[in-house]
């Protein structure tokens, strides 16, 4: 049975820095999504790794901000989120699938996705 653990959320005043983790068990993965749901907004996506040639990709409103990485060896994701803005506040979700994923619209999908952590609170204030 797969699990999905996150973890590293936190309060940060803007310009601060967070570090989250998803750690995987009960299967090997070497590709995660993050996505993440503020209040009263639908869930968007963040960032995801290898899922096309081991390429990151990243929605325009983190990109230069947050890196994407995976420890292969650990069987973890992580995502590194510096520069925080307020407008960063929200659940953070790690989420992955077994398979592929082929497109662009698929990747940011959530319903495309098998596996997801819990969410870890990330709080940003001004």
């Known amino acids: 049975q797969v699990h999905m653990v996150d973890s590293g959320g936190g309060l940060v005043q803007a310009g601060g820095s967070l570090r989250l983790s998803c750690a995987a068990s009960g299967r090997t993965f070497s590709s995660y999504t993050w996505f993440r749901q503020a209040p009263t907004k639908e869930r968007e996506f963040v960032a995801a790794i290898g899922w096309r040639a081991g390429i990151t990709t990243y929605a325009d409103s983190v990109k230069g901000r947050f890196t994407i990485s995976t420890d292969n060896a650990k069987n973890t994701g992580s995502l590194q989120m510096n520069s925080l803005k307020p407008e960063d506040t929200a659940v953070y979700y790690c989420?992955?699938?077994?398979?592929?994923?082929?497109?662009?619209?698929?990747?940011?999908?959530?319903?495309?996705?098998?596996?997801w952590g819990q969410g870890t609170q990330v709080t940003v204030s001004s």
């Open positions: 989420a992955t699938k077994r398979g592929p994923i082929y497109s662009a619209y698929d990747l940011r999908r959530p319903g495309t996705y098998d596996y």
